[in-house]
């Protein structure tokens, strides 16, 4: 499952960095407010649960948008 959650890490990236990009706007303050904040969190949302099943540690929302 690794190979799975490695495949979509790009995809994560993408919606992380588009996510980013409208929270550090000033028309943003909340991040339900981001209009890319459900994609974001669905693709956490997914990858948590692979990651569930691997047995790995999951990811909370904050530590996804602070991963580097």
């Known amino acids: 499952m690794d190979h799975v959650l490695n495949s979509m890490q790009p995809f994560a990236d993408v919606y992380r960095c588009s996510f980013l990009e409208e929270l550090q706007s000033d028309k943003n303050t ?3 407010d981001c209009p890319s904040y459900a ?3 669905a ?3 997914a990858m948590n649960v692979l990651r569930k099943h691997i047995g790995v540690d999951t990811n ?3 530590d996804f948008i602070t991963y580097s």
Do not use: E, V, W
């Open 30 to 32: 909340k991040y339900q």
């Open 43 to 45: 693709i956490n949302d």
């Open 39 to 41: 994609d974001a969190k």
């Open 60 to 62: 909370s929302f904050k």
